[in-house]
């Protein structure tokens, strides 16, 4: 069992940044495929990036290219989303996401992760 806990949200004005984190529980982080997801009211949760088991690759929303990265610290069992020049368009709560898997392969789908956090609330406003 693999339990994920995000924090690192808040009110942002736009132009701003933020740093997500999402700290694991479990020994075996290091072989979970990560990914960071988001839902704003009254939409579906989506994809928003995503980073093989051994960081070696990674996965944007085409929404948030250059202007997001995801990173992770297997040491200390942490992946961590940093948010930069943010825009209205990205409230929204923010939830981090496991998936065990070795391959080098980032899902983005929402029924391709097995655990899930809390969720953290970011909010930028217009």
């Known amino acids: 069992q693999v339990q994920l806990v995000e924090s690192g949200g808040g009110l942002v004005q736009a132009g701003g940044s933020l740093r997500l984190s999402c700290a694991a529980s479990g020994r075996t982080f290091s072989t979970f495929v990560m990914g960071w997801f988001r839902q704003a009211p009254g939409k579906e949760r989506e994809f928003v990036a995503g980073i093989t088991w051994s960081g070696g690759s990674t996965s944007y929303a085409d929404s948030v290219k250059g202007r997001f990265t995801i990173s992770r610290d297997n040491a200390k069992n942490t992946v961590v989303l940093q948010m930069n020049s943010l825009k209205p368009e990205d409230t929204g709560v923010y939830f981090c996401?496991?998936?065990?898997?070795?391959?080098?392969?980032?899902?983005?789908?929402?029924?391709?992760?097995?655990?899930w956090g809390q969720g953290t609330q970011v909010t930028v406003p217009s």
């Open positions: 996401a496991g998936r065990p898997s070795r391959s080098g392969v980032v899902v983005t789908t929402t029924k391709g992760y097995a655990y």
